[in-house]
């Protein structure tokens, strides 16, 4: 009877051991793929056939876009096809030429050279919004387009996205200038009073020279020149983003505008002086710059990760891909009197590898990031793939080991291919951490962390911040939950003292895609028994996984911690709001209605940061 019972036990461990296995590989492949594949991946575009149809058509008007300066607007595309069938689609290509002359020249003899070597930038299903399609042959689809410095056609497949078959190729069409200017990307310079303006546009130095013009609102303005970077294909890591997902990304443009008067609103238009001496001009914008660094005054602050693009024509739907994206994005901009710098701390776009996605992503954020800085962090989908220095060995990135990052958006870090960097914002010090290299002691990272820890005034900023993409803290996601260490591993294990010796106010992820936030925490303990306002002297780090902004949802696990107080299953962001040296206020916003769901609030004096706790001091002696 004991050897039956034993036998049994075993054979429980056996399938134990053997649902974690599979759980982890189930799991593992759906959190590379941020739950859910990138959609354009679905299609298999390189096993394209021709097999045009001499009845079938498929027509796109208006023919030119942008004729009063749009540079978004709505296509219609109308279908009539005698041999439909429900898996049939129509994809949106740019540039509009998409035939095997486009493609990269192949070396081996042996490779067969596809008909279609790029990917479409998005498409749609043709029953999708059309139901009788597949009973009579013809529909109408519409498409919103934005300027991505190209023109584009539609192009009809039958097969489904596995098996695609070209059955009718649109008429081109293309937007009235397609090199404007355009999506400008606002983010803090090294110092406080430089504001950094980043965009994108068609023009090569050699046709038109790039600069800003801008000035205090109302007064006289004054130009200051940017810089030009792009890169090619071979700058990319791996496929997709060196094959079918690869596509010119312009010419990326950054002006540094210097010497702000603190807290002063200033208005900007982005130029380009062609070689006949004409103008091309953007739209005109602005912003307000920051406060001086420990200034007395009303800041506030948003903190989301992992939110991705979206489509609002209804494109890829064929998984929803970020489903909360657009929800999130459209709360902001309804808030953005109320907002004063965003911090977007990883994964971005979810490009993974398809380039013309971050095009994508910079319209969709444009009101946003061209009026307050948008600051963002590395996160797993934009560094990790396979020998190139990222900490972790994924494939994350779909081949962009961080080049779109880091040319896309502008970070004050001392280099931007690691992506670390400290930043002042009034009453706030920022401790941007990448979770993508090596963070554990001894690492160049770790030196940084330290030191932009230890070199914080806490009288003038007060409130102390470490962000990270990967969660180096606290979260009760099933799949920490299933490790057993509800952290990446060796993340407190490396940091730990450093948030504790340095009195970290809150610490936020990414990564997770739910919302969660622990009580104030040292050493798996709580370290104060209050769960809505805090005072006086500082214990512990409060940890904050706000990973919930667009991105598949995230399971918790079954078990909730003690140091877990409040977990939410839902999409959502984080706004911080400094009153003052000594109040600030935490809020947890759902992105469905922008109402607040979780908040808590924190007020001391300045001796009570100075004053020691567990492991924060150094140790002293009774000597005189």
């Not at 071979?234 to 950054?254: E, K, L, Q, Y």
Request: some cysteine.
């Amino acid at each position: 009877m004991k050897m039956k019972i034993e036998e049994r036990v075993n054979m429980n461990l056996v399938l134990v051991v053997a649902w974690l296995v599979q759980l982890n590989i189930v799991y593992g492949f759906a959190h590379i793929h941020g739950f859910g594949e990138q959609p354009l991946s679905r299609i298999a575009i390189h096993k394209a056939v021709v097999s045009l149809h001499s009845s079938a058509s498929i027509t796109a008007t208006p023919s030119l876009l942008g004729t009063k300066g749009e540079d978004t607007q709505w296509v219609t595309v109308d279908i009539d096809y005698p041999d439909p069938s429900a898996d049939d689609w129509v994809g949106v290509f740019s540039p509009a030429k998409f035939n095997a002359s486009t493609c990269p020249p192949v070396n081996d003899p042996k490779e067969v050279i596809p008909y279609i070597c790029s990917a479409p930038i998005k498409y749609k299903f043709m029953n999708y919004s059309n139901s009788y399609y597949t009973k009579t042959g013809k529909a109408s689809l519409k498409f919103q387009l934005i300027n991505q410095r190209a023109d584009f056609s539609f192009a009809l497949f039958s097969g489904g996205l596995l098996n695609p078959k070209l059955v009718a190729v649109s008429n081109f069409i293309s937007f009235v200038n397609p090199k404007v200017p355009l999506y400008p990307r606002l983010a803090q310079g090294k110092s406080w009073d430089e504001m950094t303006v980043t965009w994108t546009s068609g023009y090569d130095i050699n046709e038109a020279t790039p600069f800003v013009e801008w000035g205090p609102k109302g007064k006289t303005q004054v130009q200051s020149p940017a810089g030009t970077l792009t890169f090619g294909r071979n700058s990319m890591c791996g496929s997709p983003a060196r094959t079918v997902g690869w596509r010119d990304p312009g010419f990326i443009h950054t002006s540094f505008l210097k010497n702000l008067w603190p807290n002063l609103v200033y208005t900007y238009q982005l130029g380009h002086l062609l070689s006949n001496g004409s103008y091309i001009w953007s739209k005109k914008y602005s912003f307000k710059s920051s406060p001086y660094p420990g200034q007395d005054s009303l800041q506030r602050v948003i903190i989301f990760g992992d939110m991705g693009k979206a489509e609002r024509d209804g494109s890829n739907e064929y998984n929803a891909y970020q489903p909360g994206s657009l929800n999130t994005t459209d709360q902001l901009i309804k808030d953005l009197e109320n907002i004063d710098i965003v911090f977007h701390i990883g994964d971005i776009t979810y490009a993974n590898g398809y380039l013309s996605q971050w095009d994508q992503f910079t319209a969709q954020v444009e009101p946003i990031a061209s009026t307050v800085p948008y600051m963002i962090a590395s996160g797993n989908h934009e560094r990790d793939w396979p020998n190139t220095g990222s900490f972790y060995s994924t494939t994350d990135s779909g081949g962009e080991c961080g080049v779109l990052a880091q040319n896309m958006f502008f970070v004050p870090a001392e280099n931007r291919a690691n992506f670390w960097y400290a930043m002042d914002y009034g009453m706030f010090r920022f401790c941007i951490a990448d979770t993508e290299h090596d963070w554990r002691e001894g690492s160049e990272q770790y030196k940084f962390i330290e030191h932009c820890l230890a070199t914080v005034d806490r009288q003038k900023q007060p409130w102390l911040i470490f962000a990270a993409h990967r969660v180096l803290g606290y979260s009760s996601d099933f799949w920490y939950g299933v490790e057993g260490s509800f952290e990446e591993p060796m993340g407190r294990e490396s940091l730990q003292r450093l948030w504790q010796k340095y009195k970290v106010d809150i610490a936020f992820y990414g990564h997770v895609h739910n919302y969660e936030r622990t009580c104030p925490i040292y050493q798996n303990q709580c370290v104060n028994d209050e769960r809505s306002h805090y005072s006086g002297v500082v214990n512990g780090t409060i940890h904050v996984v706000a990973g919930g902004a667009g991105s598949h949802l995230s399971n918790f696990s079954q078990v909730t911690p003690k140091w877990s107080l409040y977990r939410d299953y839902d999409f959502g962001f984080v706004k911080l709001t400094a009153f003052s040296h000594s109040s600030l206020l935490f809020e947890y916003k759902k992105s469905s209605d922008g109402k607040v769901y979780d908040s808590f609030t924190i007020s001391r004096d300045y001796k009570d940061v100075l004053a020691c706790v567990h492991d924060s001091c150094e140790a002293t002696t009774s000597a005189t």
